[in-house]
């Protein structure tokens, strides 16, 4: 069984910071790619960055500059560093992986729960 535990959402004021992390848990042979999508209010769920194995990374035009996603392979975790939070960024975020699963070592995508971030004064 593998799934991502989501943790660091919350509620901060605009212009503020906020990082979150997604810890990818169980039988794992390898992760591919990492990334994070987010789904606001009545909104479809949208993407926001991706990190490969070897550290490349993609962005949404919304947070390029302002976001910053890492990884740390030997955890198996993604982080999501939000500077210059806008309300415009309040949303369920949710991590994403792909993951190489024992025994069969077919390439499966998981999600997170998803994590809550507000964005208000």
């Known amino acids: 069984q593998v799934q991502l535990v989501e943790s660091g959402g919350g509620l901060v004021q605009p212009g503020g910071s906020l990082r979150l992390s997604c810890a990818a848990e169980?039988?794992?042979?390898?992760?591919?790619?990492m990334g994070w999508y987010r789904q606001a209010p009545g909104e479809r769920r949208e993407f926001v960055a991706t990190?490969?194995?070897?550290?490349?990374?993609n962005y949404a035009d919304s947070v390029r500059g302002r976001f910053t996603i890492s990884r740390d392979n030997t955890k198996n975790t993604v982080y999501l560093q939000m500077n210059s939070l806008k309300p415009e960024d309040t949303a369920v975020y949710y991590c994403?992986?792909?993951?190489?699963?024992?025994?069969?070592?077919?390439?499966?995508?998981?999600w997170g729960q998803g994590t809550q971030v507000t964005v208000s004064s």
């Open positions: 990190v490969t194995r070897d550290g490349t990374t």
């Open positions: 169980g039988s794992i042979f390898s992760v591919r790619v």
């Open positions: 994403n992986a792909e993951i190489r699963v024992p025994p069969t070592f077919m390439t499966y995508t998981y």
